[in-house]
């Protein structure tokens, strides 16, 4: 008699019953059609494509709702510049009236001289801790007071520097002039001295980056002196030579109502799209200094009440509206910015619905087709362990009988 061995096939059966029946489970408890790589190999692939996508529309968005911030923070600086220019221009006008009198013109000086420090604290203004308008120098106030006279650290009458005192070869100085609104870089090469220096900003003079008399001279205390001739002009000025030594402003040497950009006019951009990148900066030089020159408009009108002549009054607040003109003028690209990023931000989170969509359909179980399959393969299971249970128990012996 042939005994057919039954006990492969019913483990085989079982173990098809106890997968299947673990994998309907799985699909119940995460929701999820596809689970593993082996599930659906074509349907896996398009999933790590779109999980891709999600993965760079979320980078997008948080990009997006960074820059709102920013941007936000440096139009209501520039609208808080707007309102200091306007109540400026109205002030200077009321002080153009022949019958205000001289201590009331004074006492408006006064008034626009609060305008220009709003304007100045505003062109300083910070967002997370970095300066909103000093191109890509985030670290320093882009807007410093200026003064007349900056001495090296280095240098004594005991052991003065000299023309032909070494600089060090790639060392940084450079001059902000507040009357120009330019600076001048200079960038040491191996050989250069302090005579190369000097030539540098004799140079730079003639070319009208520096206010004319600007100069570089070794004082009688042995230290170089960058000063200008006049006391209504002012410089900012910064070294990392060694041979320099940090160069300080001199007391007693600041001008009033001056003050000198010390930005750059780089400006940065950032991705919020595949294909879409914005400005993510506006240097304080286009804002507030060469073409808008408000900090030097507001100080003319301020001179202007405080000693000129009604006529002069009257031209000086010309100058602060023409800057007004220019600052709205600059504004318009920041504010289409804002408009570009809000527009961006709702296309993101239509992006984000849709791939979320697809992700679902892609790998997503039907909840009352998972649950019908749950039921019917647990039913499976158990009729197979049923029909485990009477045949793995028989032996050779049971067919005997």
């Known amino acids: 008699m042939r005994v057919t061995n039954m006990v492969p096939d019913m483990q085989y059966a079982m173990q098809q019953s106890q997968q299947a029946l673990s994998t309907a489970e799985e699909q119940v408890a995460t929701g999820l059609r596809v689970n593993q790589l082996s599930d659906d190999p074509a349907a896996s692939a398009n999933l790590v494509a779109s999980l891709a996508q999600s993965a760079n529309v979320d ?65 300083n203004a910070t967002f997370s801790g970095s300066y909103l308008f000093g191109g890509t120098e985030a670290v320093t106030p882009p807007f410093v007071a200026a003064s007349t006279t900056y001495t090296s650290a280095k240098g004594s009458a005991a052991s003065p520097l000299s023309s032909t005192t070494a600089l060090t070869a790639g060392s940084v100085t450079t001059i902000s002039d507040a009357t120009t609104g330019e600076t001048m870089t200079f960038k040491a090469k191996a050989g250069n001295t302090i005579a190369t220096l000097q030539a540098a900003v004799a140079s730079a003079v003639s070319a009208g980056t520096l206010s004319a008399g600007t100069s570089a001279t070794v004082n009688a205390s042995g230290h170089l002196a960058i000063a200008t001739n006049k006391s209504a002009d002012g410089i900012v000025v910064s070294s990392n030579d060694a041979a320099l030594g940090s160069m300080t402003a001199a007391p007693n040497t600041g001008v009033a109502n001056a003050y000198a950009y010390v930005g750059n006019s780089s400006v940065n951009t ?106 019917q393969d647990e039913m499976q299971n158990n009729a197979v362990m049923a029909a485990a249970a009477k045949v793995m128990p028989q032996t050779l012996l049971d067919y005997l009988k």
């Open 59 to 123: 980078q997008y968005t948080s990009n997006v709702s960074s820059l709102q911030s920013q941007m936000q923070m440096a139009d209501s600086s520039i609208s808080s510049i707007v309102t200091s220019l306007n109540s400026a221009i109205t002030a200077g006008t009321e002080g153009a009236n022949g019958s205000v009198t001289s201590a009331q013109r004074q006492g408006i000086a006064t008034q626009v001289q609060g305008f220009l420090s709003s304007v100045v604290a505003d062109g």
């Open 270 to 375: 950032t991705q919020v799209g595949d294909s879409l990148s914005v400005a993510t900066n506006l240097p304080g030089n286009l804002l507030l200094g060469t073409g808008s020159n408000v900090i030097g408009s507001l100080g003319s009108l301020i001179s202007a009440l405080q000693s000129g002549t009604t006529t002069d009054i009257g031209n000086a607040v010309s100058a602060v509206s023409a800057a007004l003109t220019s600052v709205r003028q600059q504004r318009m690209p920041l504010d289409n910015t804002i408009g570009e990023l809000n527009n961006q931000e709702s296309y993101l989170g239509q992006e984000t619905v849709t791939l979320t969509s697809q992700q679902t359909s892609l790998v997503g179980a039907n909840t009352a087709q998972t649950a019908t399959a749950l039921s």
